[in-house]
T-cell receptor, first 112, second 113 residues
Framework: EAGVTQSPTHLIKTRGQQATLRCSPI?????VYWYQQALGLGLQFLLW???????NRGNFPPRFSGRQFPNYSSELNVNALELEDSALYLC???????????FGPGTRLTVL | RKEVEQDPGPFNVPEGATVAFNCTYS??????FFWYRQDCRKEPKLLMS???SGNEDGRFTAQLNRASQYISLLIRDSKLSDSATYLC??????????????FGSGTKLNVKP
């Protein structure tokens, strides 16, 4: 069974630009979660999608947005990039409501 | 108050030692519990689910204490390769047919030769 995949692996942008990160969940999983992890810090919850709908949002500004497609893949968009957006962005998938989350390898975003 | 709290450590132990981590949760309605392991600059990986009866997987034992609202992870005969950050995760009812995951900030373990 293929795991969660994310692309790109690395992304380098400059301040003010926009970034798009992509995630494909494990087959059969309908929920996709996005997390931000700055260097040396814990996971910060960003967004949760299930069946194409946003179910919950973390404490992040509106320039962080996303969507989930009919095939359950998802993308995270970050507009007006700031230096502090540099982090590892992790995507996870699960089958609600009980099952555990499985993570992809992440996208490392660097904002210069 | 945070939903899930962990001692950040680091726990520095010699090879072969037994080490235990605790994690407390605040919501008594929490329904499922997990331990994840995260290596430096990598994604978290599921280590074990935690069941009411407790469960064991080789050198790893997880326990749940609902009365005191904590879960524990015991690692016996520590190996150098056990060095990582261990994340406690709690799943709490949210909306009518969903649960929401809460991650602890992690406990760092360093196993020394």
């Amino acid at each position: 069974e293929a795991g969660v995949t994310q692309s790109p692996t690395h992304l380098i942008k400059t301040r003010g630009q926009q970034a798009t990160l992509r995630c494909s969940p494990i087959s059969g999983h309908t929920s996709v979660y996005w997390y931000q992890q700055a260097l040396g810090l814990g996971l910060q919850f960003l967004l949760w999608y299930d069946e194409g709908e946003e179910r919950n949002r973390g404490n992040f500004p509106p320039r962080f947005s996303g969507r989930q497609f009919p095939n359950y893949s998802s993308e995270l968009n970050v507009n007006a990039l700031e230096l502090e957006d540099s982090a590892l962005y992790l995507c996870a998938s699960s089958r609600p409501p009980w099952d555990e989350q499985f993570f992809g390898p992440g996208t490392r975003l660097t904002v210069l | 108050r945070k939903e899930v709290e962990q001692d950040p450590g680091p726990f520095n132990v010699p090879e072969g030692a037994t080490v235990a981590f605790n994690c407390t949760y605040s919501n008594s309605a929490s329904q499922s519990f997990f331990w994840y392991r995260q290596d430096c600059r990598k994604e978290p990986k599921l280590l074990m689910s935690v069941y009411s009866s407790g469960n064991e997987d080789g050198r790893f034992t997880a326990q749940l204490n609902r009365a005191s609202q904590y879960i524990s992870l015991l690692i016996r005969d520590s190996k150098l390769s056990d060095s990582a950050t261990y994340l406690c995760v709690v799943n709490i009812p949210y909306l009518y047919n969903f649960n929401k995951f809460y991650f602890g900030s992690g406990t760092k373990l360093n196993v020394k030769p």
